[in-house]
């Protein structure tokens, strides 16, 4: 069982938006940043999200993230194909002295 | 642009010791958290540990007593062992670098190596 809860699932069509949730507590989401990852089988897992809302360079502003008391946020707007993917939020945990990762939401575009 | 490589056997025996190495190539090694993060078959991402380039190292509670990292900053690359390994064992195994803790963003990393346990 994982540290931060996120929905197993998630779905939309091409052009939609869609937002994936992260709870998590105090010691975590509650103290410290967010970042998202996206992974793809076979490739090196991408940061798409770090520090609640920032993007690295190189990610569409498609993306964008958010962060309230303990649970955050990853929202992609004008969904692509391409955007199919296992999505992970992760936050240090101060109670555990270790990263603690949400156990991924796979995303279909129908 | 920064590049992480995995090495390391494809296949380990049931209670032997994992040997994982990642290279870094277009950077220093210098004064990041080199992180190990493993993904079981159908299951989701596991934070093994990080090692700091200086040598200073934290392992998740759960792995901590068969975890060892090591960093060899002259030949730019850092290493994973992990014993008395079981068929649980079984991941793929990432590098990746991490931003100062506790922000811990991992913007670069390896494409994953995968390991299985089995005699």
């Known amino acids: 069982q994982s540290v931060l809860t996120q929905p197993p699932s998630a779905s939309g069509t091409p052009g939609q938006r869609v937002t994936i949730s992260c709870s998590g507590s105090r010691s975590n989401i509650g103290t410290n940043t967010v970042n998202w990852y996206r992974l793809l089988p076979g490739t090196a897992p991408k940061l798409l999200i770090y520090r609640n809302d920032q993007r690295p360079s190189g990610v569409p502003d498609r993306f964008s993230g958010s962060k309230s008391g303990t649970s955050a946020s990853l929202a992609i707007s004008g969904l692509q194909s391409e955007d199919e993917a296992d999505y992970y939020c992760a936050a240090w945990d101060d109670r555990l002295n270790g990263l603690a990762f949400g156990g991924g939401t796979k995303l279909t575009v129908l | 642009q920064v590049q992480l490589q995995e090495s390391g056997p494809g296949l380990v025996k049931p209670s032997e010791t994992l040997s994982l190495t990642c290279t870094v190539s277009?950077?220093?090694?210098?004064?990041?958290?080199w992180t190990w993060i493993r993904q079981p078959p159908g299951k989701g991402l596991e934070w093994i540990g990080y090692i700091f380039s200086s040598g200073s190292s934290n392992y998740n509670p759960s792995l901590k007593s068969r975890v060892t990292m090591s960093v060899d900053t002259s030949k730019n690359r850092f290493s994973l062992k992990l014993s008395s390994v079981t068929a649980a064992d079984t991941a793929v195994y990432y590098c990746?670098?991490?931003?100062?803790?506790?922000?811990?963003?991992?913007?670069?990393w390896g494409k994953g190596t995968t390991v299985t346990v089995s005699s």
């Open positions: 277009s950077g220093s090694i210098s004064s990041y958290y």
């Open positions: 990746a670098r991490g931003e100062i803790v506790p922000y811990y963003n991992m913007e670069f």
